[in-house]
T-cell receptor
Framework: DGGITQSPKYLFRKEGQNVTLSCEQNLNHDAMYWYRQDPGQGLRLIYYSQIVNDFQKGDIAEGYSVSREKKESFPLTVTSAQKNPTAFYLC?????????????FGPGTRLLVL | KQEVTQIPAALSVPEGENLVLNCSFTDSAIYNLQWFRQDPGKGLTSLLLIQSSQREQTSGRLNASLDKSSGRSTLYIAASQPGDSATYLCAVRGGANNLFFGTGTRLTVIP
């Protein structure tokens, strides 16, 4: 089956700890994205990557880091600098970034702070 | 900056009714507009994508329209079913990498 997988489904972070959220796609898509969803707010873009070994900050990149070493993988690290990390994190991918393509989303990871 | 608004925030209808969800955006310079469905605790499923040059798109019981000049889109759902209960999100693509989302309309279809 082609699609986007995210793991884990739930993640707990202790204060001062860095945690990494996994996102993998087998759709052969060039572009990948990370969004954060909070109750009562629209999705907000954290980081995106158009191609391997390249990524750009989105609207709320502070306290987060990413890597894109492989086309199919785009992990997101929530660092200790992110003071309010509790949210639902969604990864997405698209075939190209011309503006005409559909973004496909993974099932999400819910991050909770202990 | 692009702002996307969805009204109403929540809607309850009896099964079988036709309904319309609304989406408005402030900047008409868009590439496309996309409607998504989100079930509780789940990711987003794309329903319809309308390019900026198009006026509407249809898929089954769903019809989405786009009036770029007035900054509005509607999602029409015909003959609603309990399985249609979900949150519906509208997103506008303002550039190659910017997708601006509304806060969604939570739809409940009552059997």
């Amino acid at each position: 089956d082609g699609g986007i997988t995210q793991s884990p489904k739930y993640l707990f972070r202790k204060e001062g700890q860095n945690v990494t959220l996994s996102c993998e796609q087998n759709l052969n898509h060039d572009a990948m994205y990370w969004y954060r969803q909070d109750p009562g707010q629209g999705l907000r873009l954290i980081y995106y990557s158009q191609i391997v070994n390249d990524f750009q900050k989105g609207d709320i990149a502070e306290g987060y880091s990413v890597s894109r070493e492989k086309k199919e993988s785009f992990p997101l690290t929530v660092t200790s600098a992110q003071k309010n990390p509790t949210a639902f994190y969604l990864c997405a991918s698209s075939a190209k970034t011309s503006g005409s393509e559909t973004q496909y989303f993974g099932p999400g990871t819910r991050l909770l702070v202990l | 900056k692009q702002e996307v608004t969805q009204i109403p925030a929540a809607l309850s209808v009896p099964e079988g009714e036709n309904l319309v969800l609304n989406c408005s955006f402030t900047d008409s310079a868009i590439y496309n507009l996309q409607w998504f469905r989100q079930d509780p605790g789940k990711g987003l499923t794309s329903l319809l994508l309308i390019q900026s040059s198009q006026r509407e798109q249809t898929s089954g019981r769903l019809n989405a329209s786009l009036d770029k000049s007035s900054g509005r889109s509607t999602l029409y759902i015909a003959a609603s079913q309990p399985g249609d209960s979900a949150t519906y999100l509208c997103a506008v693509r303002g550039g190659a990498n910017n997708l601006f989302f509304g806060t969604g309309t939570r739809l409940t279809v009552i059997p």
